[in-house]
DNA sequence: GGTTCGTGTGACAAAATCGTCACAAATGGG
DNA sequence: CCCATTTGTGACGATTTTGTCACACGAACC
């Protein structure tokens, strides 16, 4: 799958050259010349990677990296930022705004591509571990919202974290101490029987899945692998 | 908990600049002359930044990269290299042998201290996102447990939502519109008073830290950056 | 088969959480 | 300074969540 990158700059030269060297190295390549354009292809085509020149007719590039970087569709969008030699304060300007790069003119493009790839890399590197996808299941750590099927489950606080920590650890029969341990942090009461009731209620939203929830008799629960 | 900034550069001119914005930034800074002094400072001390000078005495500055870099100690450390003007083939092997950013010389001490926090700010969140650390605070999203300084912040399910994905995006204003979205799934209720409600209650909680939670009139609200 | 122990289930009540309202205070513009 | 809008704060009540108890049922062993 390639990716594709917005080249936003008033100079066709530098588009040409920019577009060359990109597509040579295996991206696609969407051009802008002006801010409103810029703006319009980047809500519309979502870029991996805005290369955005600082000096552009109508609208200035700061304006245009503000606007993307505050709206939540483009705001992760890695913004590369071109500035003519020397303007320190364009620099930092344009890092106070999001910007998450900057190349001065005139630039190689090879640097270009090498830092267009080192954006890449540090906006895909998250693996994302707050997000946790097994069969039918999905579980999210950031909304704490978790899916069956495609079909958000009702769960309480408590559940989701029983059903993430089994789902994490799948395959593997988890005693009730050790739940009792990391989804309620210790709780002193001995022979509780909180953690079978929390089973029960979950298993309860589970519907047909429930059986993925095993009992380990005498040892505790465990969620089957494979699923 | 002050930051350490691992100064390398055989100038003392250099040095006593960087020495006097970084401390006044708030970083504690160690110093190095040559690239035998770097390598091992930064073993020893495990800064949490490199400032590294690509012309120095003996080993130079691409070569010490190098080395960090393919230590386990010492390669996730930030490397953030100073350059002169206009060699772009220096630039572009800094970034070859694993730097993380770059500077020109001469640079401004502000842009300097700027690019350290971006780098800070990426360095301090686990690979697998669920741990997050920054200044005082830590967001497990595993256990869902949210720390100050080491101590348990006694949270409800929905503060800590709010706090975790404030602190995910700190330094940025995240409108109430895009809270209710992403917090609680997009409630429905037109002129919704409840974002305030929960800032005002998780503000009560975080006690003197609470001026980190930034209020944007007009816009939203904001986790203070740098903290 | 009988017995003991482990787990499931129905139900209850206390505590926690949440969203909303009304009013106070702060902010920004004319 | 005044006014309008935005945000902060005190407070309330409805709903949800939670842990526990008692009893039923199942599993394993003798």
Redesign the interface.
Known sequence: MRQTILVVDDESDVIDLLRFNLQKSGFDVIEATHGVEALEKARKHRPDVIILDLMLPEIDGIEVCRKL??E?HT?AIPILMLTAKGT?AD??EG??T?ADDYV?KP??P??IV??IR?LLL?ST??????LVETGPFSIN?????ATLCGKKLDLT?TEF?LL??LI?RRGKSIPRETLLR?VW?YHSTVDSRTVDTHVRRLREKLGTESSCLETIRGEGYRFAMGT
């Open positions: 970087k505050s939540d705001s320190v620099r930092i890092l106070e999001g001065v630039f190689s090879r640097e090498l830092r080192a540090r590197q998250t693996p994302d571990g707050t750590k950031n909304t704490l919202v606080t974290k993430a920590l994490d990391e942090g």
